[in-house]
């Protein structure tokens, strides 16, 4: 399978602990990105590298949250002192850089963090 | 601030029965319209990019219009394994390379 892969699938957490999600973009995309889900909304939009350069972050993503791409390969997401109002499904994207704007995003299944 | 509003929020439809979806936008400069396909428990799945007013695109049974303020995905004879969550989302001149997502259409089809 060569698509999007996160990991892991599921997480469970007790409030205050820290969590790390990893995601492996397409082999070929140099573009990534994160989104978080909520049930009965549409994937928000958190940040976004080109290789290995982080060059946008949204407002949603607190001090408490930190992504990384070394290398411009796979990429992490970590959220320290996790809160209830963290969980969410947490998405990855990932795209070429072409002409066009690159909406043509492919999504990894996402992780799944449940906040106790 | 932009806007991307998908109506209806749910619809259910007989094996056969056609119908559209509709994504409203109001956008600062849209550089393109996005449609994705949503099963539950699972990542999006890009479908359709529109990029200008009188753009159509098809596959199997969709086809997706646009026009200057809003989308439509149409879906011709749908069938069971049709039953998804539709989401709109657009990029506009400011957002960079952020997809604003709408909350999306639930569609099930029954047999």
């Known amino acids: 399978d060569t698509g999007v892969s996160q990991d892991p699938r599921h997480k469970i957490t007790k409030r205050g602990q820290n969590v790390t999600f990893r995601c492996d973009p397409i082999?070929?995309?140099?573009?990534l990105y994160w989104y978080r889900q909520t049930l009965g909304q549409g994937p928000e939009f958190l940040t976004y590298?080109?290789?290995?350069?982080?060059?946008?972050k949204s407002r949603l993503l607190s001090d408490r949250f930190s992504a990384e791409r070394p290398k411009g390969s796979f990429s992490t997401l970590e959220i320290q002192r996790t809160e209830q109002g963290d969980s969410a499904m947490y998405l990855c994207?990932?795209?070429?850089?072409?002409?066009?704007?690159?909406?043509?995003?492919?999504f990894g299944p996402g992780t799944r963090l449940t906040v106790l | 601030e932009d806007q991307v509003t998908q109506s209806p929020e749910a619809l259910r439809l007989q094996e056969g029965e056609s119908s559209s979806l509709n994504c409203s936008y109001t956008?600062?400069?849209?550089?393109?319209l996005f449609w994705y396909r949503q099963d539950p428990g699972k990542g999006p799945e890009f479908l359709f990019t529109?990029?200008?007013a009188g753009e159509e695109k098809e596959k199997e049974r969709l086809k997706a219009t646009l026009t200057k303020k809003e989308s439509f995905l149409h879906i011709t004879a749908p069938k069971p394994e049709d039953s998804a969550t539709y989401l709109c989302?657009?990029?506009?001149?400011?957002?960079?390379?952020?997809?604003?997502f709408g909350k999306g259409t639930s569609l099930l089809v029954t047999p």
């Open positions: 994207a990932s795209s070429l850089a072409a002409g066009r704007p690159s909406g043509e995003q492919f």
């Open positions: 082999s070929e995309h140099n573009r």
């Open positions: 590298f080109q290789n290995e350069a982080q060059l946008e």
């Open positions: 956008v600062s400069g849209l550089r393109g």
């Open positions: 529109l990029y200008s």
């Open positions: 989302a657009v990029l506009n001149s400011n957002s960079g390379y952020a997809l604003n």
